[in-house]
Structures are given as C-alpha cells and as structure tokens.
C-alpha cells in the first residue's frame, strides 16, 4: 500500500501505541517521539475505483483510497505529513478548517509554490481545535477534488469525550456516467446557476451502503460534504439524533431536528442512538437514502448522551469595538466576455464588485480587506443571487451571529451556507497574520470568480 503511518510501526516496534480499535475503526492515540520528519506520509496518485458495477471510473486518491485516508491528529499536537505528488499534474493540500500557520495553508502563489509532479512537501503544523475536518488541494479544484482528492481530517479531544464509537461518513456525489466514465466537473452554464452536480452518491465511496452499529449506543457520526457542488439536505426519519458539533466546533447539544442543510465544505457531528438490533433507520437527503443505519446485538450497557464536548480556544469577538465590513456575493454572468468563455476564463461571480481570476496567480497581491492583527471585525455577508454559497474563510475560526432568513444560535464556524438572497453576520478576532482566501466552496463558483483574499497584517 502507498500510504505509510509511521506512527504505526513505530508503535509495533513497541513505542507504545495507546490506541485501539473503536467502534470497529482502528485508529492509533500514540504519537511517535523519534520520528525526525513526520508522522504520515501522503501520496496523491491514480487510482480505478468500481463506483458502478463492472466498470472502473479512473479516479485519483490519497493514499490509495478516495475519498482519501482518515488522518488523525491529537488536539494541541503537530501533525506532520509529507505529501508526495504522482500525479501527472501540480497540487497542494488545504488543511480545510484548521487554524495554521499561512506557510501550511496549501493555497499555491500564497502560501507556497504548488507541488510538482514527482516532487514532495512537508505540511507541519500544531491542531489547536478538535473536531471534524478535512483535507483538499486548492489547484485545479474542480478536477483534482472532482476524480476524488478529499479526504476527513480527524482531531481529537485532549481528555476522552463520552463517546465510545463513532464513524466517519464522507459525502461525495460523483460526476461519472452509467459507464463509470467521467462527466464534465464544470459545466459553464451551471457553474453561473447552482453548480455542477455530479450523478453518483456515495458515503466513503460506496453508494447507499449499510453501517451497522452497536445496539443501544450512542454513536458519534462525523458527517463531512466533500463534495464540490451539492448541499445535502440531512434527515433521519425516526432516529434518535442530536447535534454535538458544526463544523469541527462543538455546540450546546440539540435535536437534529427536521432537516439539517450541509453544504459543500460542512461537517456535523450527530450523537446518535442506536436502534435495536435488527432495526434499520434512513440516513437521507431529503427524499432519498444515503444509508441505512442498522442496529446489531452488543454484549455493552447501553450508552448515555455524552456531555457537550469542550470548546475550541477560538477568540471570543468583542461586538462593541469591532469594525464591520460589506461584502455582496453576486451573481455576474452577464459580464463574461465571449472571447474569456472562448478562452475558458469564465467569470460569472464576484464579491464586492471583483472576480477572481483562477489563472492570475496575482490576485491574492490585490485583497479585498485588509485587516489588523487582533482587530475585532464583523463582517455582512450578503448574498445578491438566488443561489446558496456555503462561504469559507481561510485561517481563522468565526462566529455566525445572524441571518434575516432564520434564526440563528450563534456558534463557531469556517463554513457558513449563505442562503439565497440571505444577509448574514459574522464576527471574529483577526488573529492569524497572512493574506486567507475566502471563497464559495461550490467549486464552480469559486473558479468562477466568488474567491477573494483577505489579508491580516
Ligand atoms: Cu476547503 Cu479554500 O477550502
Ligand atoms: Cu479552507
Ligand atoms: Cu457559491
């Protein structure tokens, strides 16, 4: 296999590994003390996948898996991972959500020169939140993340939180025919509409798979959108589910309720109780199955509702002294130029007036905000279309405040799915120097113009 955990071996050579298998994932606690270079190494490379029965659809993995390998770090501890690209074409990893140095941010001309093929880089920095994140280049993005270059980023709790099992489910629509073949990943024209979706659902890369779960527990579910385009609108007829996180943040546990909507780039964390053993519940979106849950015999005491998980130490914003910002998210189409589209520069989006442009590698030297060191901002998200953009902001963690569209319990975010004609407010502390894109995570509109770079100095 390509892909090497170090730590791994290192702990079979007897350096002590605390980890074992949970919930049937086995997953290692042990960090190794001696390694001079880093904990995993990554490699991006070709990979067939049967997504559709007795084709092969010729995806690109991580470590030979896509969706890639579950990375898994300790809260407060460095993760060091050497990425090796034999790919046929230049990438880089985002480490999405993750509040690091803007050296190991992945965003190439930014924070580094992209990674050649044959060539490597070593991504090191400190995981300073808990919770669910994931992993993704910032080159080529609608290809490279479109044949399968995802994958979940798992950082746990200092102190065992409640939970005794949990899963990772990462949701990936993919773009391939009846055949396994590849589709467009952008289509012009739905990338200035709601974005190109793909045909194809799948958790963990298998369509409408059965997870089966210990009867009577509480299970901790890692729901993550890989995807690039599709907002999946969570239900669970029937199930017993509440809320413990939103995006890598931990909230005041509530019922999951009717419907949650999880756009590209979001996760949630469900606690779920498992049915009884033989009992199936619908994980769906909307109308339709993404998988079953079942229950299955355990020999274990029944579980509890752990407690609320720990707050990340994300700054608080101080509403009074912060300073606010506009930013409008609009639809542009009507400006692209036949001779760009000819040119396959397409630009139907901009925020506050400005397109970005994915083949001008200057545009990050032109921020649309430039920011203090620990200022206090808040920013006014406001979307002009009648399109969502779940908007992500690189380095720094904010608090979503308020929406004319809903109400709002505010919490700790790096992705907010700005509904259509929706005004949103945020707030944070800007307290991460460097220049951080902040973008639309529907791929399409991002390599269309609804990026920008926002810069704290
Ligand atoms: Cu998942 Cu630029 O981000
Ligand atoms: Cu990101
Ligand atoms: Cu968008």
């Known amino acids: 296999m390509s892909f090497t955990r170090r730590q791994v071996l290192a702990g079979l050579a007897g350096l002590g590994v605390a980890g074992l298998g949970v919930g049937g994932v086995r997953y290692w606690l042990g960090r190794p003390e001696n390694v001079a270079t880093h904990d995993y190494e990554l490699i991006a490379a070709p990979l067939d996948l049967e997504l559709v029965p007795g084709h092969k659809t010729p995806a690109w993995g991580y470590g030979g898996h896509a969706p890639g390998l579950e990375l898994r770090c300790r809260q407060g501890e460095r993760l060091r991972v050497r990425f090796i690209n034999k790919l046929e074409q230049q990438s880089t990893i985002h480490w999405h959500g993750i509040r690091l140095p803007l050296e190991m941010d992945g965003v190439p001309y930014v924070s580094q020169a992209p990674v050649l093929p044959g060539e490597y880089f070593d991504y090191d920095f400190i995981c300073h939140d808990a919770g669910s994140f994931w992993y993704h280049p910032h080159t080529t993005s609608a290809e490279q993340l479109g044949r399968g270059l995802v994958g979940p980023l798992i950082i746990e709790e200092r102190e065992p939180t409640g939970f005794r099992h949990e899963r990772t489910l990462s949701l990936k629509t993919w773009h391939i025919d009846e055949q396994g073949a590849f589709t467009d990943f952008l ?138 910002l506009r930013f409008n998210f609009e639809w542009a189409a009507a400006l692209a130029s036949p001779a760009d589209e000819a040119a396959g520069r397409y630009k139907y989006w901009q925020i506050n007036g400005q397109a970005w442009d994915i083949n001008d590698k200057t545009c990050a030297d032109r921020p649309i905000a430039t920011l203090k060191k620990d200022g206090h901002y808040v920013f006014v998200l406001r979307n002009m279309a009648q399109y969502q953009h779940p908007v992500h902001l690189h380095g720094m963690t904010f608090k979503v405040l308020s929406s004319d569209r809903r109400k709002i319990i505010p919490y700790f975010t790096d992705t907010y799915l700005l509904g259509k004609n929706e005004t949103a407010r945020i707030a944070f502390v800007a307290d991460n120097p460097g220049v951080w894109m902040f973008h639309c995570h529907v791929i399409d509109h991002m390599e269309t113009g609804l990026m920008a770079a926002i810069e704290v100095v």
Request: charged share 25%; no cysteine; glycine share 10%.
């Open 187 to 324: 289509v012009p024209r739905q990338a200035a509409r709601e974005g190109t979706r793909g045909r194809l659902t799948t958790i963990n890369g298998e369509p409408n798979p059965t997870l089966e779960l210990p009867e009577g527990q509480v299970v901790r579910l890692r729901l993550i959108n890989v995807d690039s385009t599709i907002t999946y609108r969570l239900n669970l007829p029937g199930g017993e589910a509440r809320i413990y996180a939103l995006d890598g943040n931990p909230v005041q546990p509530r019922p999951l309720g009717k419907e949650y909507w999880l756009g590209p780039g979001m996760r949630i964390d469900l606690a779920l109780k498992v049915p009884a053993a033989g009992e199936e519940l619908s994980l769906r979106n909307g109308p339709l199955r993404l998988a079953t849950l079942k229950g299955v015999a355990s020999s274990e005491v029944a579980g509890d509702w752990p407690p609320p998980l720990p707050a990340n130490p994300v700054a608080e914003p101080d509403l009074a002294r912060a300073e606010t």
